[in-house]
C-alpha cells in the first residue's frame, strides 16, 4: 500500500515528494532539530509523517521516502538531550523533548505526545520511555462468514429530511434525527431556515421540521428517566449560515414525546439555558441506577486533539432532570489516552460501576468515588474509538448469567486517513470476571463505524462503515454494504453470517437502530463538511461520496418470508409502569404449536457515530407458558435492580419462538 500524502498539521495542506526530496538533502542525519521540530510521526507502520512547509499539494508519497524522514528524526532525536520530566503529562517532540518519568498514568510516551502504559503509549510510535513492553496477543485477520439461510431484506422506504448525524426511538414510535448546522436540507422552518432535526414516522414514513436554538455538531446523548431525549455538547455557531443557531459546545437539549399525548408530536427541542460545566464535542453519555447521566469526554474547541490544551477528558454528572451538578472531573483513562479520548464507549453493569473503553484500553469505573476499580487488559488490534470508531455491543443480560454484562467490540482503524486501514477483529470480554480477557474473533473483512444493534432475540446486526479509511470529512472508502449477523450463542468461529447487501454507502455520520415492529431503520452518511448531492470526484479531502437522505428498512431473518405471520399477537400487560422486582402478567395469542417464550425489555439508546450510548436488553424471568397453547398469560418478574435495568423508557417485546411481537413502550422508575 502507497503511503498517503503528507499533511501539515496547522494549515492542513499537503505538500509533495520533491519537497521531501529537498527537504532529505538538506543535511540527512546531521540536520539539527530546530529544523525538524513538527517531523511528527502520526501514523502506524510509516505510513506518513507531519511538518511545517511553505507550499503544498497533494501527492502520494512512497514509504521509503517516509522512512527516510523518519530516519531523520530519530537520528536529531539522538542528539538532543531531553528537555526534562512532563509536568503535565505531554511529552516528546511537539512538546519540548520532554520524558514521562514517573508520570502517574505511565511513563511511555505515545507517537501524539501524551504519556501512558497501554499498547498504544508503549508499543509502536513510542517515542521515549520502556517502548517494548509485554508480548500483544495480534489481533486475528478476517474470517470468511457464510451466508445466513435466511439473510433478511432491506427496503428503501422514505427520506430523513436533515442528514442523519443523531438518532434515537422516541415513546410515541417515531425517530428523532438530529444533525448540525448546515447550508441545505430538505426541510424549512416556519422562519425560511434550513432545519438541522426531523421527526420520522416509520409508520408513514412522513417527515417534519424541528428546530434547535444552539448547534448539536456531533453531541452526545441519552433519555432522562421521564423519557425525555436530552443532547448535550455541539460545536460553535455558524452565523454566516444561520443566525438564529448558538454555540453548542455547553449546549443542552431536550426533546419530549409520549405514547399517550399526540400533541406533543412535532414540538421543537426545548433549550431553557441550561447549560454543561465545561464545552463538550464528541461526549459520551450514561445513564446510572439512580438516574443521574454520567457526561464524559469532549473537546473544548473543535481543534487539533494532539494539543492537549484543546482537549477536555473530564466526567460531570447532570441530575435526573437533565441539570449539571457544575464539576468537570479528570479521568485518567481519557487522560492518557489523548488524542484517542472522544467518544469513549460506556455500559453500566450490575455491580454499578462502569465499564469505560478508549482507543484499545479499558477499565471499570466507580463514579461514587470516581477512581479506577480494575484496569483490564487492552484490545488487541488497532484503535476502537474516534476517529477510528468500531462498535460496541452489551450482550442481552439475564438471570441465567446472573445479570452479569458480556461485551463485545468490533472493527477499528490505524490511522484518522482515508488510506487507513480497517481492522476486522472483535473483542468479546466479561468485565466482572476474576482475571477477565478478550475472546478474540473477527468480521469477514474489516470495517471502520461498523455499528451493532441488538435485536429482540438476542442476536446482533452489524452495519454502515467502510472497508478503508476513517471519521472525518472526506476519509473514508470503499464502503461496507453487507449486512452481518451475530450470534454469540454459537462457538467460536461460527457466530458470524452475512445477510442482505443494501445499495447505498453509509459512512461518517450514519445511524441504524431498531423499531417498534422489531424491523432495523438505517439512514445517514453525510461525510462532507457540507451536503452535497451529486460526487464532485478528485478532491481532497474526498467527495466522493453524497449527502444521504435515503431511509432504508432492513427486516431481519424472523420476520423474513412465512415468519412475519407467526408473531405472536394481541399482547396486553398488566401494567407498563414497572419497577425492579416486580411482577406483572402478559396476554398474548401464540400461533399454534408454540414452544418458547421470552420476555425481552429492551433500550435503544441515544445513537450517534456508531455508538448506541445506553443501549441495553434484560430477558426476563417468566413463569406460566403453555408449550402449544394459542392462548397465553405469563407472569414476569422484572430484574432485581437499577444496576441491571436503569430508569429508562423501554420496549417490551414478546419473543415467541425467536420471533418478536410488535414492541411496546414501558417506562422502568
Not at 169 to 179: A, K, Q, S, T, W
Not at 205 to 234: E, H, M, W
Amino acid at each position: 500500500m502507497s503511503a498517503p500524502c503528507l499533511k501539515n498539521v496547522t494549515s492542513q495542506k499537503y505538500f509533495c515528494a520533491k519537497e521531501l526530496q529537498l527537504l532529505d538533502q538538506m543535511g540527512g542525519a546531521e540536520m539539527p532539530l530546530t529544523k525538524l521540530h513538527a517531523i511528527l510521526m502520526v501514523h502506524m507502520e510509516g505510513a506518513a509523517v507531519a511538518m511545517d512547509t511553505a507550499e503544498a499539494r497533494p501527492r502520494t508519497v512512497c514509504p521509503p521516502m517516509v522512512a527516510r524522514m523518519v530516519a531523520q528524526y530519530q537520528a536529531a532525536l539522538s542528539r538532543v538531550s531531553g528537555g526534562g520530566v512532563t509536568t503535565n503529562g505531554t511529552c516528546g517532540a511537539a512538546y519540548g523533548e520532554t520524558t514521562c518519568g514517573d508520570w502517574p498514568q505511565g511513563s511511555c510516551c505515545s507517537m501524539y505526545g501524551f504519556c501512558g502504559n497501554t499498547s498504544a503509549h508503549c508499543g509502536q510510535g513510542c517515542q521515549s520511555g520502556p517502548c517494548i513492553g509485554p508480548p500483544v496477543e495480534p489481533a486475528p485477520g478476517a474470517s470468511p462468514a457464510p451466508p445466513a439461510p435466511t439473510p433478511g431484506t432491506i427496503d428503501i422506504v422514505g427520506m430523513s429530511g436533515v442528514p442523519a448525524m443523531h438518532a434515537g426511538l422516541m415513546e410515541n414510535g417515531r425517530v428523532f434525527f438530529l444533525d448540525k448546522v448546515e447550508n441545505y436540507t430538505q426541510l424549512n422552518l416556519s422562519d425560511g431556515q434550513y432545519a438541522y432535526s426531523s421527526e420520522y414516522d416509520p409508520e408513514t414514513n412522513q417527515v417534519v421540521p424541528l428546530q434547535y436554538k444552539t448547534n448539536a455538531f456531533c453531541s452526545g446523548g441519552s433519555f432522562l428517566p421521564d423519557g425525555r431525549v436530552i443532547s448535550v455538547g455541539g460545536n460553535a455557531p455558524l452565523t454566516f449560515i444561520d443566525p438564529t443557531v448558538g454555540n453548542g459546545f455547553q449546549g443542552i437539549r431536550y426533546l419530549q414525546r409520549s405514547a399517550n399525548d399526540s400533541s406533543l408530536n412535532g414540538q421543537s427541542w426545548s433549550e431553557p439555558g441550561n447549560l454543561l460545566s465545561t464545552a463538550r464535542w464528541y461526549a459520551s453519555v450514561a445513564t446510572l441506577s439512580d438516574g443521574t447521566q454520567f457526561v464524559c469526554s469532549g473537546s473544548l474547541n473543535g481543534l487539533d486533539p494532539t494539543v492537549q490544551a484543546n482537549n477536555n477528558p473530564t466526567w460531570e454528572l447532570l441530575d435526573r432532570n437533565g441539570v449539571t451538578n457544575g464539576k468537570s472531573v479528570d479521568m485518567s483513562i481519557l487522560v492518557k489516552n489523548q488524542p484517542y479520548y472522544m467518544y469513549p464507549f460506556l455500559h453500566l453493569m450490575s455491580d454499578e460501576n462502569l465499564f469505560v473503553f478508549v482507543s484499545k484500553s479499558a477499565e471499570t469505573f466507580d463514579v461514587a468515588t470516581g477512581a479506577t476499580v480494575q484496569s483490564l487488559p487492552d484490545l488487541p488490534g488497532d484503535y476502537r474509538t474516534y476517529p477510528n470508531t468500531g462498535g460496541s455491543v452489551l450482550l442481552p443480560l439475564s438471570s441465567e448469567n446472573s445479570w452479569a454484562p458480556d461485551i463485545i467490540i468490533c472493527g477499528g482503524g490505524s490511522y484518522q486517513d482515508i488510506t487507513s486501514p480497517t481492522d476486522p477483529s472483535c473483542g468479546r470480554i466479561q468485565p466482572l470476571n476474576t482475571n477477565a480477557t478478550w475472546e478474540m474473533d473477527s468480521m469477514p473483512e474489516g470495517r471502520g463505524m461498523v455499528e451493532g444493534t441488538l435485536l429482540p432475540d438476542g442476536t446482533i446486526v452489524w452495519v454502515n462503515g467502510c472497508n478503508q479509511g476513517a471519521q472525518g470529512f472526506g476519509l473514508a472508502q470503499d464502503p461496507t454494504y453487507t449486512v452481518l449477523l451475530y450470534n454469540g450463542s454459537q462457538p467460536l468461529g461460527k457466530r458470524f453470517q452475512t445477510g442482505a447487501l443494501s445499495s447505498i454507502a453509509r459512512l461518517y455520520h450514519s445511524v441504524a437502530l431498531l423499531l417498534l415492529d422489531g424491523t432495523l431503520m438505517i439512514a445517514g452518511s453525510n461525510p462532507v463538511q457540507m451536503p452535497i448531492l451529486t460526487p464532485v470526484p478528485n478532491q481532497v479531502p474526498s467527495e466522493d461520496y453524497v449527502t444521504e437522505f435515503r431511509v432504508e428498512i432492513y427486516t431481519p431473518p424472523y420476520l423474513q418470508g412465512a415468519n412475519a405471520n407467526k408473531r405472536p399477537t394481541n399482547v396486553a400487560l398488566s401494567t407498563t409502569s414497572l419497577t425492579p422486582g416486580q411482577k406483572f402478567t402478559v396476554s398474548f395469542t401464540a400461533v399454534s404449536g408454540a414452544g418458547s417464550v421470552k420476555i425481552a425489555l429492551y433500550h435503544g439508546g441515544f445513537v450517534t457515530h456508531s455508538l448506541h450510548m445506553n443501549a441495553r436488553m434484560a430477558y426476563l424471568d417468566n413463569t406460566g407458558f403453555v408449550a402449544g397453547a394459542t392462548s397465553q398469560t405469563i407472569t414476569a418478574t422484572m430484574p432485581p435492580n437499577h444496576n441491571i435495568v436503569p430508569p429508562l423508557p423501554y420496549v417490551l417485546y414478546v419473543v415467541v419462538d425467536g420471533i418478536p411481537s410488535v414492541g411496546q413502550f414501558v417506562s422502568v422508575g
